[in-house]
Nanobody, 125 residues
Framework: VQLQASGGGLVQAGGSLRLSCEASVVTFRLYAMGWFRQAPGKERECVAGIGGSGGNTYYADSVKGRFTISRDNAKNTVYLQKNSLKLEDTAVYYC???????????????????WGQGTLVTVSS
């Protein structure tokens, strides 16, 4: 399985950015995905997760109301729309995936089996 993340870059505080992650899996509709981030000196944290069907989602409290995770099963792609970006959103963002149970959204790093390369998001003042 390969996960290819893209969309990182430099953005001003208050701005928006959309990350994408394409998964090379056969049955994407059964494949749960999530977005994690890791800032310098901090642990990796899950910011959002989505079940295979897209019906169940998870958001970290720090991004609720600002980030939206979605998926396009026809394109084997998951997205993370990030609005109202803050300086503290600066981090390397990783997508992760696994074949899931039903429509469950996963939030723990050790629940995911497959990881993409990171994409750096830098929020400037």
């Amino acid at each position: 399985v390969q996960l290819q993340a893209s969309g990182g870059g430099l953005v001003q505080a208050g701005g928006s950015l959309r990350l994408s992650c394409e998964a090379s899996v056969v049955t994407f509709r059964l494949y749960a995905m999530g977005w994690f981030r890791q800032a310098p000196g901090k642990e990796r944290e899950c910011v959002a997760g989505i079940g295979g069907s897209g019906g169940n989602t998870y958001y970290a409290d720090s991004v609720k109301g600002r980030f939206t995770i979605s998926r396009d099963n026809a394109k084997n792609t998951v997205y993370l729309q990030k609005n109202s970006l803050k300086l503290e959103d600066t981090a390397v963002y990783y997508c992760a995936g696994r074949y899931g149970v039903g429509a469950r959204a996963y939030r723990a790093a050790d629940e995911y089996l497959d990881w993409g390369q990171g994409t750096l998001v830098t929020v400037s003042s």
